[in-house]
C-alpha cells in the first residue's frame, strides 16, 4: 500500500467532504431557524411550504417526492402544521387512499414574511448570486451521483 497516496492514509475530519457538507448544513439550519422563528416555522415546515407556496393541492406523496422524504417521516410534520392552522389535509376525492395537502389563508399569507429569507441567507453566505448558483447546481449533480449509487 502506498501511504503517500492521500487515499490510503487514515482520513482526517477536515479532509472529508460528508464533514464539510455536514457542518455546513448544520450552520445553514442554524440562521434558518434564527430566521424561521419570526414566522412561526421549523425549517422542515418552511420546506413544506415552499413546495406549497409552488404548487397547492399536492399529494403527500408529491410533496414527499419534491422533499426526499417518505410518508411516514412526512405524515407527523403535516399534522403539526394541520394543527397550527397552516394547511388542510384531506382525502382525494378520486382515491380515497391518498391525502391532499392545500393551504389554509394563514399559510398563504406567510409567503409574503418568507419571501424575505432569500436575502437575509445570501447576505449571510457573504457570496455572490453566481457562487450560490454554481454551488447550488454542484450540489444537485453531486445529490443525483449519489442517489445512483
Given at each position: 500500500m502506498d501511504t503517500n497516496n492521500p487515499?490510503?492514509?487514515?482520513?482526517?475530519?477536515?479532509?472529508?467532504?460528508?464533514?464539510?457538507?455536514?457542518?455546513?448544513?448544520?450552520?445553514?439550519?442554524?440562521?434558518?431557524?434564527?430566521?424561521?422563528?419570526?414566522?412561526?416555522l421549523t425549517y422542515s415546515q418552511y420546506l413544506v411550504m415552499m413546495v406549497l407556496w409552488e404548487r397547492d393541492g399536492l399529494s403527500v406523496s408529491e410533496v414527499g417526492e419534491r422533499l426526499f422524504l417518505d410518508s411516514a417521516t412526512l405524515t407527523p410534520l403535516l399534522k403539526r402544521m394541520e394543527q397550527a392552522s397552516l394547511l388542510n389535509r384531506a382525502r382525494a376525492v378520486s382515491d380515497e387512499r391518498q391525502v391532499i395537502i392545500?393551504?389554509?389563508?394563514a399559510g398563504s399569507e406567510l409567503r409574503?414574511?418568507?419571501?424575505?429569507?432569500?436575502?437575509?441567507?445570501?447576505?449571510?453566505?457573504?457570496?455572490?448570486?453566481?457562487q450560490v448558483v454554481d454551488m447550488k447546481q454542484q450540489l444537485?449533480?453531486?445529490?443525483?451521483?449519489?442517489?445512483?449509487s
Open positions: 487515499l490510503h492514509q487514515v482520513p482526517r475530519l477536515d479532509s472529508q467532504l460528508c464533514f464539510a457538507l455536514y457542518s455546513t448544513s448544520l450552520a445553514m439550519n442554524k440562521l434558518y431557524r434564527k430566521l424561521l422563528r419570526k414566522l412561526g392545500t393551504l389554509t389563508p409574503e414574511q418568507a419571501a424575505l429569507l432569500p436575502e437575509a441567507i445570501l447576505t449571510a453566505s457573504q457570496c455572490s448570486v453566481a444537485d449533480q453531486l445529490r443525483a451521483s449519489l442517489m445512483k
